[in-house]
């Protein structure tokens, strides 16, 4: 037996007495005496057992508890008294003591003795036993005579079980031992105790030294807490093993501050590489008892190594495992995965109980997040933090909204965030629901895109990762937020409701019935809102097998209604519905349904359906052309959209009258002569087909539209009397893009059919009178201008019909019309410029009228800036098959006499000052490109064969791609990129809701593609796009090398110039706007993240980027859009570089790349920017350019303090001694207009730098306290080096407002003279707002300890030529009477030179001059 002696021994000691363990205990336990072999009482002449037994316990064997007859405290109290009482006292304790011994041999018994007693309630004992006791052992601890012997005998039976797994017996000995030490009423010996309680960790296994170590807490008394936790903390550095069951006890335990701190740091050294269920408890313990001082800095250490993505990797570890194993293991694995969950639960457990319980843990938490600046420091455990506080902690919620609000535009919390927080943590924040659901609610009504974009994302991944009640929620606030009449709202819910019913529609079918309720307040929708609403629901009644006719038939009502109302609103709004639910009812329906006779009979129920309603739109449309446009518009994109799933019939039923219509309404033969009356002469133009002896057709535009605009009133009144469809050239595109549509659709993709409307001329006038404007009437200048728009339209739906085609006679015809386009545009700016008031017609139908019409200030009339008519000599093109410059350097005289002519009508056009128009603002009556327009970029040089009457090449034509067609494409290729992939918040903000209408027009088919369409099309266009980019720095290259590095020189072609400058410019810009795209930070669209840096990495390196990774790739892409850094033309491709550089850097940034771009930026305002007129840059547009580089530079150098100290005492001093319009000859940006925006990047900067620097900690170092010194010592310089810049220039501007206050003085003392009432009511609000800004004037000047300099005045009452007003109040000096704040400096002067302010300290209403 382990005597009590061999306790006290040392470690060295202890290690041998557990090497002699096995031999000494085994053999013992071998040879145990079981009484009984079958459960039952123990019965024997064991003083032990009599003793018990006597005392009111029944001793049994076996599997059988120990039972109980009376109270515990009856039973300790009988025993003490028998054992007191007994004639052999004392030494029937020891006696007693070796029965207990011998009894506990058996292991079976010894369990009995450590596990509860059970009561026995006899009827005599009902009430008095209670319904828990203690174990036998407890209860023996307890008594006085006995707790010294118990523990010995406790803890020499111990070590037998140091070397037996758990569950060997059935019971975990060694833990229960222990437990019989805990919330003892009282311990006679505890020091003793604790002692060989530590002995004992020293020489026991892993897990009894668990079981120990977390037991003390309930063991030890408070007197010695201190000094056990210091003993324990110590075996903290000795083995990490224990780190877990230390804490936990330690976290119970009453810690002086210095070892908390001591203790903390150590917990959270580990706290990356713990086990993940073992992570409570260390979170649980660095969280214990933080002081409100220390607060911030612990949790921002914590978030800092707290990374749940190391909780992540074994859930996605077990997942992949369970997927190549069989049934059995993956139900292991799912085991093992939720028990990770729980792990992770418990983790957010944790930290809810500290939110709740310990005061400013919450305060400290979001403080903490606030102060993460870095983007890529921000993680899912911030998100889940902030949404386990606002559930949490109710006074915290605004501040946790403000937080979020501040960090979502900055992109800290993306939406990739959130994805991935319900994607890993679903059982974690599903506890947040009405947390979640409220700060969507509150997102969709901010005013800033980035937030409500979150919202929505907070829907949707709410509906997909909670159950029935939570999507029910979800449905309901979505349906509040349509129905609540906010246009912003309206939006994104339907997009919202729209991408569930995509993803989740037999979820979303069970709430139905919420959707449909939006029909009752369809009065708020718009056009675009009304499309997505019955798209909604009609893919809720048509895609499932069982369909819900209840949809169906309110929908049909509610069509119905407005396509026969004769409000064009209503009318618009019923075609709109009724095509869109025609798609779903037409779309092809799935293998598995199409097989039963069932199905049959229903598809053609359908189709009896959708002819009728088809039947119904067409017929509602007759009588109105933009009714029967925007039809033919629907029709067109149902088409697109579903592309090769519509059915058949309906498809044949769709283009049966298609093609008969467009010939008969807008195809004619071309003859010599054109019957009827017309505004202009009739003459045909812009054909490409030269052979006409076969006949050719023309499109019979100016006709048509002579015959809407002369005998509109007639005809419509004729027509609609005899019911007949009426033509209007309004429907030409429209019927077109239909007709190309179902053509394709029907040949798969073949345009053979209709190919001869690409080349078929238009009629027209002559466009030559388009110089003599002036001499035209204003019904003939609208006119003009509605066929410039007709014509315009045309030529763009015939570039999106067969920009796709591969034959190259078809390529060079598109080319051609792409020429055409830009041609007619110059000519249409000019019929604008000389018909102000006009208003086009309309060429997008599903937006509402008001909303097209251009505002009056939107048509600003400019100087013509540049032609894009001309052509591009053929030996500067690039070929198609070579990879030559386009723009390489020609010799002189090598360019076509006709396009020197060409260039010199438009100089001569330039010097009249012919005015321009710019078409930004007309984009609502142009008809939208497609994005595979944007194919073309791809073409070279191309040529058009010349046929003879013998079919034999007679000549070839050069067509090309030129700067202005080039121009063209990359602006709209822009705002596509811009629209789709920019957030809106980097965008301009609209003005009024108008503006925020007009910025979605313009863009309908844009919107029916997802942003990784657009993205993916964008990347196909990357190498041409670089092609075209290199073009440009060789050609700018080339010609600072012919004029010796000036821009301006006597060979520079400026409207070239200004072509390819804008060409450049938009290029930047097309790459800017890809790579500025969020998607490419979803893990969805890393391939092809890969594949647009593997393009630009290509033109470094080509063949030899296909295995380098991310990040090499970023660095190549990166050095090779540096390199264009020499060759941009002007400032704002110098901004747009840099912001293109930024873009690529941060995927990710590295400190080197923030060096480039630094000194980058610092490069372009070193830079002197001259415009072609020879005058530096300038105007409000250079400065918010200017203001955004200079910031750049200011947040990428590595010392702000520095780079702030540097301008303004290096650059500043030089533009004060240089002349009036002089520049810093070191930062040639700076001038005395661009002063301020450098005057306000400082200071602003200067403060973030100071806000930056953190507060000093009396654990700082020396070195660190000196650095913060120097940090603030430099801030202060700079800051008083800039506020002397402008000392000087507040004073004068304070002395200029008071002359102005003077003058305001005057006249309430002119309106009393000459009792002008309208002056006189004003008086008193004037008075009160000088009296307010005297005072203001004392508190700064007291603020900033100059109060000397002004002093106080007496005023005069004078009328507005300066003579004394005489009157009472004045003569008698009323006290009342105004002050003036005078210069103490200069008192001579009087009141004839004030600088200060005038006010008075009171006034009355009976004399206004009193206060002067």
């Not at 108008?994 to 964008?1018: M, Y």
Request: charged share 25%; proline share 4%; hydrophobic share 40%.
């Amino acid at each position: 037996m382990v005597s009590k002696r061999k306790l006290s021994k040392s470690d060295a000691h202890g290690d041998s007495l557990i090497a002699e363990l096995p031999q000494t205990k085994k053999s013992r336990i071998s040879c145990k005496e079981k009484t009984s072999a079958e459960d039952g009482v123990v019965e024997n002449n064991n003083i032990f057992v009599q003793l018990v037994k006597s005392a009111g316990i029944t001793l049994n064997a076996g599997e059988r508890q120990n039972d109980i007859a009376v109270d515990q405290a009856t039973f300790q109290k009988k025993l003490c008294q028998i054992l007191r009482k007994h004639p052999f006292y004392p030494r029937i304790v020891q006696e007693f003591v070796s029965g207990l011994e011998t009894h506990i041999k058996d292991r079976d018994q010894f369990r009995n003795c450590l596990l509860p007693c059970a009561p026995v309630r006899g009827e005599g004992t009902r009430n008095l036993v209670h319904s828990y006791c203690e174990s036998l052992i407890k209860l023996l601890l307890g008594i006085e005579t006995l707790q010294p012997a118990i523990i010995t005998v406790l803890l020499e039976k111990l070590p037998e079980f140091f070397f037996d797994t758990v569950g060997t017996f059935g019971t975990n000995f060694p833990r229960l031992i222990v437990n019989q030490f805990k919330w003892l009423d009282k311990i006679l010996d505890s020091k003793d105790l604790v002692m060989k309680l530590m002995q004992m960790v020293s020489v026991s296994p892993a897990p009894i030294q668990h079981d120990i170590i977390t037991s003390l807490p309930e063991i030890l008394e408070d007197s010695q807490q201190s000094e056990v936790a210091r003993e324990v903390s110590q075996l903290l550095k000795r083995d990490n093993r224990l780190t877990v069951p230390i804490l936990d006890a330690l976290s119970s335990l009453d810690l002086d501050a210095g070892l908390l701190a001591e203790v903390r740091q150590s917990a959270m050294i580990i706290v990356p590489a713990v086990k993940l269920e073992d992570l409570p408890v260390v979170i649980k313990f660095i969280l214990h008892n933080i002081k409100a001082v220390d607060a911030v800095e612990v949790i921002s250490a914590l978030r800092k190594n707290l990374d749940l993505s190391s909780c992540i990797l074994p859930l996605q570890m077990l997942s992949s495992q369970s997927k190549l194993k069989s049934q059995p293991q993956t139900s292991s694995s799912t085991s093992q995965v939720s028990s990770s969950q729980n792990c992770v639960k418990l983790l957010f457990d944790v930290i809810k109980s500290a939110v709740r319980f310990q005061k400013g843990i919450s305060e400290a938490w979001i403080k903490a997040i606030e102060n993460t600046v870095c983007v890529s420091d921000h993680k899912v455990l911030d998100l889940i933090v902030l949404l386990l506080i606002h559930t949490t902690n109710t006074k915290s919620r605004k501040q946790i909204e403000r937080v979020l609000r501040n960090k979502i535009p900055l992109g800290c919390v993306p939406e990739q965030l959130l994805q991935s927080a319900f994607r890993n943590h679903s059982l974690v924040i599903k506890d947040f629901f009405p947390s979640i659901l409220s700060l969507a609610q509150t997102f969709l009504h901010s005013a800033d895109p980035c937030v409500v974009s979150f919202g929505s994302c907070m829907y949707k991944q709410a509906f997909a990762a909670f159950d029935s009640y939570c999507q029910q929620e979800v449905v309901s606030a979505l349906v509040t937020h349509v129905c609540g009449g906010n246009d912003v709202e309206m939006d994104i819910s339907l997009d919202v409701l729209t991408d569930l019913v995509t993803l989740h529609t037999s979820s979303l079918i069970c709430y139905a019935t919420f959707v449909k309720n939006i029909l009752d307040y369809t009065e708020k929708l718009n056009p675009q809102q009304i499309r997505k609403l019955f798209y909604i629901l009609g893919e809720l009644a048509f895609s499932q097998r069982q369909e819900d006719s209840y949809i169906q038939d309110d929908m049909h009502m509610v069509i119905r209604k407005w396509l026969s109302s004769t409000v064009p609103k209503y009318k618009q709004m019923g075609i709109i519905g009724a095509i869109t639910v025609a798609g779903s009812m037409a779309a092809k329906r799935r293998k598995e349904d199409g097989c039963s006779l069932e199905r049959t009979q229903q598809s053609e129920e359908h189709c009896r359906q959708l002819s009728i309603l088809l039947d119904l739109v067409s017929y509602c449309c007759e009588q109105s052309p933009e009714a029967l446009a925007l039809y033919y518009d629907e029709l067109a994109n149902l088409i697109e959209k579903q592309k090769g799933n519509l059915d058949s019939q309906i498809l044949e039923r769709i283009g049966k009258s298609v093609v008969e219509d467009f010939s008969n309404d807008f195809v004619v033969d071309l003859t010599p002569a054109v019957d009827g009356v017309h505004l202009f002469p009739v003459k045909s133009l812009y054909n490409l087909d030269e052979d006409e002896s076969q006949g050719t057709i023309v499109i019979n535009l100016l006709p048509l539209l002579s015959q809407n605009w002369l005998g509109k009133s007639v005809d419509e009144n004729t027509t609609r009397n005899q019911g007949k469809k009426i033509v209007s050239p309004e429907c030409l595109s429209p019927s077109f893009r239909l007709l190309r549509l179902y053509t394709t659709e029907q040949h798969n993709g073949s345009m053979e059919e209709i190919d001869a409307l690409l080349g078929c001329p238009l009629h027209l006038t002559d466009l030559e009178i388009e110089g003599n404007l002036d001499s035209l009437a204003k019904q003939e200048r609208e006119f003009l201008c509605s066929l410039l728009f007709h014509s315009l339209n045309w030529f763009r739906e015939v570039v999106n019909a067969f920009c796709q085609q591969q034959d190259l006679e078809m390529k060079g015809k598109v080319l051609t019309r792409l020429q055409n386009i830009t041609e007619l545009q110059n000519m249409l700016r000019k019929c604008l410029a000389a018909s102000p008031g006009y208003v086009p017609p309309r060429a997008i139908f599903d937006c509402e009228a008001l909303e097209a019409a251009p505002t009056i200030n939107a048509v600003g009339l400019v100087k013509k800036k540049k032609t894009g008519e001309k052509k591009q000599k053929s030996e500067g093109s690039k070929d198609s098959s070579a990879d030559h410059s386009q723009m390489e350097e020609n010799p002189e005289g090598n360019q076509p006499e006709a396009e020197t002519t060409q260039l010199e009508k438009d100089t001569t056009e330039k010097k009249s000052g012919i005015p321009l128009v710019q078409l930004q603002s007309y984009r609502a009556f142009f008809r939208e490109l497609d994005l595979e327009v944007f194919t073309i970029l791809h073409c070279g040089l191309l040529t058009k064969s010349i046929l003879d009457s013998e079919m034999h090449t007679e000549a070839r034509e050069i067509v090309q791609l030129g700067p202005a067609e080039l121009v063209f494409l990359l602006d709209d290729l822009c705002q596509k990129l811009e629209h789709i992939l920019i957030p809106p918040a980097a965008k301009r903000a609209p003005f009024l809701k108008q503006g925020k209408a007009c910025r979605k027009i313009g863009f309908s088919h844009l919107c029916q593609r997802s942003s990784q369409e657009v993205a993916q099309c964008a990347v196909e266009l990357l190498k041409p796009l670089c092609n075209h980019m290199e073009n440009m720095h060789n050609y700018f290259q080339a010609l600072m090398t012919e004029n010796q590095g000036v821009v301006d020189g006597p060979r520079v072609n400026i409207q070239e110039h200004q072509l390819m400058s804008s060409c450049y410019q938009q290029l930047l810009q097309a790459f800017r706007f890809l790579f500025a795209w969020s998607g490419f930070s979803q893990r969805e669209n890393s391939d092809l993240l890969r594949s647009a840096l593997k393009v630009l990495a290509d033109r470094l390196k080509p063949g030899e980027t296909g295995f380098l990774l991310l990040e090499d790739l970023i660095s190549e892409s990166f050095h090779y859009l540096l390199n264009f850094q020499h060759s941009v033309p002007n400032f704002q491709c110098a901004l747009t570089l840099t912001q293109l550089l930024i873009v690529i850097a941060e995927k990710p940034v590295a400190s080197w790349k923030k060096d480039k771009i630094a000194s980058l930026a610092k490069q372009f305002l070193c830079q002197s920017w001259m415009q072609l007129s020879g005058t530096r840059e300038k105007g409000s547009q250079f400065s918010d350019a200017l203001h955004t580089l200079l910031c750049v530079y200011m947040e990428h150098t590595d010392n702000i303090l520095k780079a702030v100290e540097d301008i303004s005492s290096v650059g500043v001093p030089e533009l004060i001694n240089s002349a009036n319009d002089g520049y810093s000859s070191t930062y040639p940006t700076l001038t005395r207009q661009t002063f301020p925006v450098f005057f306000q990047v400082m200071m602003a900067q200067l403060e973030n730098s100071a806000r930056s620097i953190s507060a000093g900690k009396p654990s700082d170092s020396s070195e660190v306290q000196l650095e913060k010194l120097l940090h603030w010592n430099m801030a202060v310089r700079d800051f008083h080096i800039l506020v002397n810049l402008v000392k000087e220039d507040v004073q004068s501007l304070l002395k200029t407002l008071q002359l102005s206050t003077r003058q305001l003085h005057h006249m309430c003392g002119h309106s009393k003279i000459h009792q002008d009432l309208g002056l006189t009511n004003h008086v008193p609000l004037l008075k009160k707002s000088l009296e307010q800004f005297v005072y203001r004037v004392k508190a700064m000047l007291a603020f900033n300890h100059c109060q000397e300099a002004f002093w106080v005045g007496i005023l005069k009452n004078r009328d507005l030529q300066g003579e004394e007003i005489l009157s009472q109040d004045s003569e008698e000096n009323d006290p009342g009477e105004g002050v003036s704040q005078l210069p103490r400096e200069d008192p001579a002067e009087g009141e004839g030179d004030i600088s200060g302010s005038e006010g008075g300290s009171k006034h009355n209403d009976d004399d206004e001059e009193s206060s002067e």
